[in-house]
Each structure stands twice: as structure tokens, then as C-alpha cells.
């Protein structure tokens, strides 16, 4: 299977600031990776594929990049409502494979 | 409006069976692959099993391969979920989750629509 470590485990910020979270994949899978959003109350929220590609209504200040097995999601501008866990997720094989999460919390 | 809405979780003792059902709205159902994903509790998110949009193909992690079957009504828009010889590692909150399809094509193990979950306790 392939494993994702994804990092850090927490992060806390400011609106109005930008963070990154890191995952990387155990073996080449290609571009194949999406980013989730889990907030309490709130059904789970795909932001990226394919690594960089912004899902339909994800706002803008959600980014992917890739370098290699290197991904990492980028937020620009903190909203309040950005808050929450975050996970990565590998979609290039069976079985797919999520990291553990990121908590962002407010500074 | 997409939505999926997952039922039948419960409390059940371990080695017992149990059916969860996804009742599937505001979309065309038998156009897509269904997933379910799995997260025990204070835990991350695990995938469970896939079945695609024709029921020919079928997918499952190796932890639950033969105990999990994934099956789907597509005339009544309900996934489904299997499970038997429960164990204790099994409770979770389970989510019915949608494969997402971009201008005609299938974008494997890209989840783009989730229910709530459905909460799954293995007790004696």
C-alpha cells in the first residue's frame, strides 16, 4: 500500500495569513493526489485533485503543487471558516491511501 | 442537490452482521462509482471499499476483503455496505461517498460528494 505522511500534525494561524501542509507519498503516484477539508456539522469537502487541480467552487486561495512525491496544499489569505482538518489522499491506486491530517486552529 | 444520507449503524456485538444503506439524491446515481470511507474514532480516514458505476467491478481494502460487500440498487439510487463477523477494530463512523466524473470522465478515487456517516460500534 502506499503510505502518506502528511505534515505537520497541527498548525495554528491568523486570518489573513498563509499556511502550508505537506504529504508524501511512500512510492510514485504520479499526480494522483487529492486534498479534503473535514469540519464538525459539516459533510467533507474535496478542494483539490490530480494535485493541483481546484475542485468547482473551492476558492482560489486554495493551491496544489507537486514535486515528485511531494505535495503540499497552500492557503493564502486565511478565511474564519478555513479552520478545520485537513487530509491527503492518494487516487492513483488501489487501495487508496489518506495521511493522517493536519489540524489548522486559530492563533 | 447532491446528497447522501447513510443509515442502519447501531451498536452490535462482535461477530454479528450488519447492512449500512446510502440513499443517494439530486443526481444521476447509476452514472457513477460509489465508495465507502471509514474513521474510527479520534483516528484519520481510511477507504473501504469502491464499486463502479455498472456493479462490474468491485474493490476493497485487504483488511476487510471477504467479511464487506459492496453492493448498490441502481432503479432506487441506494448504496450499500455489508458487513459481517464484526470486530472490534470495524467501529467507526462510516461515510457513503460519491467518485467524482469531470466532462464524461471517471476520476478514480476522487471523492467529491460525502454523507454525514453513519456511526458503527463493536461491543460486547
Known amino acids: 500500500d502506499v503510505q502518506m505522511t502528511q505534515s505537520p500534525y497541527s498548525l495554528a494561524a491568523s486570518p489573513g495569513e498563509s499556511v502550508s501542509i505537506n504529504c508524501k507519498a511512500s512510492?510514485?503516484?504520479?499526480?494522483?493526489l487529492a486534498w479534503y477539508q473535514q469540519k464538525p456539522g459539516k459533510t467533507n469537502r474535496l478542494l483539490i485533485y490530480?494535485?493541483?487541480t481546484l475542485q468547482s467552487g473551492i476558492p482560489s486561495r486554495f493551491s496544489g503543487s507537486r514535486s515528485g512525491t511531494d505535495f503540499t496544499l497552500t492557503i493564502r489569505g486565511l478565511e474564519p471558516e478555513d479552520f478545520g482538518l485537513y487530509y491527503c489522499?492518494?487516487?492513483?491506486?488501489?487501495?487508496?491511501?489518506f495521511g493522517a491530517g493536519t489540524k489548522l486552529e486559530l492563533k | 442537490e447532491v446528497q447522501l444520507v447513510e443509515s442502519g449503524g447501531g451498536l452490535v456485538q462482535p461477530g454479528r452482521s450488519m447492512k449500512l444503506s446510502c440513499a443517494a439524491s439530486?443526481?444521476?446515481?447509476?452514472?457513477?462509482?460509489m465508495a465507502w470511507v471509514r474513521q474510527a474514532p479520534t483516528r484519520g480516514l481510511e477507504w473501504v471499499a469502491t464499486?463502479?458505476?455498472?456493479?462490474?467491478?468491485?474493490y476493497y481494502r485487504d483488511s476487510v476483503q471477504g467479511r464487506f460487500t459492496i453492493s448498490r440498487d441502481n432503479d432506487r439510487s441506494i448504496l450499500y455496505l455489508q458487513i459481517n463477523s464484526l470486530r472490534s477494530e470495524d467501529t467507526a463512523t462510516y461515510y457513503c461517498t460519491r467518485e467524482a466524473v469531470h466532462y464524461g470522465m471517471l476520476l478514480r478515487g476522487v471523492l467529491d460528494a460525502w454523507g454525514p456517516g453513519v456511526s458503527v460500534t463493536v461491543s460486547s
Open positions: 490530480d494535485g493541483s
Open positions: 512510492k510514485s503516484i504520479s499526480k494522483y
Open positions: 464499486i463502479t458505476y455498472d456493479t462490474d467491478n468491485t
Open positions: 489522499q492518494q487516487h492513483n491506486e488501489h487501495p487508496f491511501t
Open positions: 439530486g443526481f444521476t446515481f447509476s452514472n457513477y462509482a
